[in-house]
Every structure is written in structure tokens, then in C-alpha cells.
């Protein structure tokens, strides 16, 4: 597995609390009770504890430690639906429509961060991405000064060197069609979440253009969200439009990009829209053998994330600690 040593070392240092929504399904609790064994996080799991300790007892995963909450018997609940209908009074909601929308696991367990008896949300096993944002906009809302919510994946494997080749890549989950304007907020969030995995980040706005040799409405787009990303962060090698053979390949870039300070040698790429970078991603991971973690949703208040529907249980442990590390 890619090294978490770091990640867990601050989790050591100041222990944090994650909520898993899908308390009861095998994956989860066998990434819990390795949590549990190597004592740096908190797992805590939603469900009736008696089907969540029958789960675990069948599978014959430990889970002595782990809190589990039933969001059919909760002692806040009153004061979770209170909070809630003050955030979604401009909607009208009133508590008896707040009740059922609060007794699913992931509106609940969002609502256990707003309340601050955890610190982070994983959950997504058995549903979508759009069930794991929607109560996260709803509740936790956008950061100060962003408007949306993206996501990035980071690509690893290891290299020839014997060090692992690290990517990020941007956004490949959430925003289908993103303007410029998002493409810069998008660009922004990707680097400082590549930064917690030790990158430094040498960022290529992708296209099927590389410094104009095409014409068309999306490559003028990736143009200037280019120039805006770097007017924005100018500490930040950026570069762009860039074809994906210029922003990897030296040879390529000394012809289509000469001069460019990340042509050749991009390590996070910003793709025009989810189309493009959910292929790109997992023809990396498919078909170039690298190990993908994500979505990583960017943007939140919270570090709230989201699990494929077909995870595993090394997934769901190495999600649980990004999650918690970037809390």
C-alpha cells in the first residue's frame, strides 16, 4: 500500500473521529477493526448495534472500541433537528419533514460533524456520490470564497527508482461541464490536497490542444482558465493548454511546448470536463497499473469522502485515513 506513514503519524498525534454511514456492511467493519487494532483513529459506525455486532460477529471482525450510533435512537436527536431546520429554513423545512430526512445514515452522519461529535465522514459503499454531496452542501456548505464542491483522484504506483510515481488528477467525479472560473477553484483545491501526499505540484490544463494548435470553444475555455490559474497562484508551476503527450513526455514538450516550466514533466492535470477525466483516470489505473484513491471531495467545510460502490476493505481503510489526516 502506498505509505501512509506520514498521515498516520499525525493521526497519532492528534486522534481524530471518523463516521462511517454503512455501519453494518462487511467491508466497513473489517477496515474498523483494522482502525481499531492500530489505534490512531476512531471508527465510528450507523446501525441498530445489534445488526451492526451481529455483522461483525459473522464476519469475524473485532470491533470492541468502536462507537456505534442508531440513528433510530439517538439522545441529540431533537437538537439535530433543530439545527437542521435552522439551516434549511430559507426551504421551509419544518421538523416533521426533517425527521425522516435525518434518520438516513448519510444526512445523519453529516449532521454528527455539524454537531461536532465527529470529526470526518466516509460512506458511499452502497450508494452514489450525489447521496454522499447532497447533505454535504446542505449542511456543511463550501469553504469561504469557493463555490463548488470537485473532487481529484491521486494515482500511484511504484517506479522504476523504487519510489512511488505520484498523480492527481482533476475533477473526475463531480463537475461535469466546469467553466473557467470553477476550472481555477478546481486547479486550486487539487494542489493543496496533492501537497498532503507529499507532491509538489507541476500542474497541466489538459486539452486536445497544446498552445493553440486547435481551435474550439473548449480549448479557448482550457486557455483561460490557464492564465487564471496562474495569475491566481503564481507560486505554482501551471501551464497550459497542454495535449497529455506534451505534459508528460520531455521529447514531445521540447517540440509542442518549448520554454514551458511543466511541459514534460506534469505530475497534476486539470481536465476539461468529467468526461475527460473520469476515462483518464481509470484508463491510469486500468491500464497503467497505478493504484487510484478517490474521489477525495474538495471544497467542503468538512472533510467529508466518498467510497465506490465497488470498494474493498483496503480501500475503504486507506480512504478512511486520507479522510481523517485531511481533516
Given at each position: 500500500m502506498f505509505g501512509f506513514g506520514t498521515m498516520i503519524d499525525k493521526l497519532r498525534a492528534n486522534p481524530k473521529r471518523i463516521v462511517f454511514t454503512e455501519g453494518a456492511d462487511p467491508r466497513i467493519l473489517e477496515a474498523a477493526s483494522r482502525l481499531l487494532a492500530a489505534n490512531f483513529l476512531t471508527p465510528v459506525l450507523l446501525g441498530k448495534k445489534e445488526d451492526v455486532e451481529k455483522a461483525a460477529e459473522e464476519a469475524g471482525y473485532n470491533i470492541r472500541g468502536a462507537e456505534i450510533i442508531d440513528p433510530e435512537n439517538y439522545d441529540r436527536f431533537d437538537e439535530m433537528v433543530d439545527v437542521f431546520c435552522e439551516l434549511r429554513k430559507s426551504k421551509g423545512m419544518t421538523r416533521e419533514e426533517a425527521i425522516p430526512i435525518l434518520r438516513q445514515a448519510n444526512y445523519f452522519g453529516t449532521m454528527l460533524i455539524k454537531l461536532g461529535v465527529v470529526d470526518c465522514l466516509l460512506g458511499g459503499?452502497?450508494?452514489?456520490?450525489?447521496?454522499?454531496?447532497?447533505?454535504?452542501?446542505?449542511?456543511?456548505?463550501?469553504?469561504?470564497?469557493?463555490?463548488?464542491?470537485?473532487?481529484?483522484?491521486?494515482?500511484?504506483?511504484?517506479?522504476?527508482?523504487?519510489?512511488?510515481?505520484?498523480?492527481?488528477?482533476?475533477?473526475?467525479?463531480?463537475?461535469?461541464?466546469?467553466?473557467?472560473?470553477?476550472?481555477?477553484?478546481?486547479?486550486?483545491?487539487?494542489?493543496?490536497?496533492?501537497?498532503v501526499f507529499g507532491m509538489d505540484p507541476h500542474v497541466a490544463f489538459l486539452s486536445f490542444s497544446t498552445k493553440g494548435s486547435a481551435k474550439s470553444?473548449?480549448?479557448?475555455?482550457?486557455?483561460?482558465?490557464?492564465?487564471?490559474?496562474?495569475?491566481?497562484?503564481?507560486?505554482?508551476?501551471?501551464?497550459?493548454?497542454?495535449?497529455?503527450?506534451?505534459?508528460?513526455?520531455?521529447?514531445?514538450?521540447?517540440?509542442?511546448?518549448?520554454?514551458?516550466?511543466?511541459?514534460?514533466?506534469?505530475?497534476?492535470?486539470?481536465?476539461?470536463?468529467?468526461?475527460?477525466?473520469?476515462?483518464?483516470?481509470?484508463?491510469?489505473?486500468?491500464?497503467?497499473?497505478?493504484?487510484?484513491?478517490?474521489?477525495?471531495?474538495?471544497?467542503?467545510?468538512?472533510?467529508?469522502?466518498?467510497?465506490?460502490?465497488?470498494?474493498?476493505?483496503?480501500?475503504?481503510?486507506?480512504?478512511?485515513?486520507?479522510?481523517?489526516?485531511m481533516a
Open positions: 459503499a452502497t450508494y452514489s456520490t450525489a447521496d454522499t454531496v447532497r447533505p454535504a452542501l446542505q449542511i456543511i456548505k463550501t469553504k469561504p470564497g469557493n463555490t463548488i464542491v470537485s473532487s481529484c483522484f491521486i494515482l500511484v504506483r511504484p517506479s522504476a527508482t523504487g519510489d512511488n510515481e505520484v498523480l492527481a488528477m482533476a475533477d473526475c467525479a463531480i463537475n461535469i461541464e466546469p467553466d473557467e472560473d470553477q476550472l481555477v477553484e478546481i486547479c486550486g483545491e487539487t494542489v493543496e490536497c496533492a501537497k470553444d473548449t480549448v479557448t475555455k482550457m486557455h483561460n482558465a490557464t492564465e487564471k490559474a496562474k495569475a491566481k497562484y503564481p507560486n505554482t508551476p501551471i501551464d497550459g493548454e497542454l495535449q497529455f503527450d506534451a505534459a508528460v513526455a520531455p521529447r514531445v514538450a521540447a517540440q509542442k511546448a518549448p520554454g514551458s516550466n511543466v511541459a514534460g514533466h506534469a505530475n497534476t492535470f486539470i481536465f476539461p470536463d468529467v468526461n475527460a477525466g473520469n476515462i483518464g483516470y481509470k484508463i491510469a489505473q486500468r491500464m497503467g497499473n497505478f493504484e487510484a484513491y478517490g474521489p477525495i471531495l474538495l471544497g467542503l467545510n468538512a472533510q467529508i469522502n466518498d467510497l465506490s460502490r465497488g470498494c474493498n476493505a483496503l480501500e475503504v481503510y486507506s480512504m478512511a485515513i486520507i479522510t481523517a489526516s
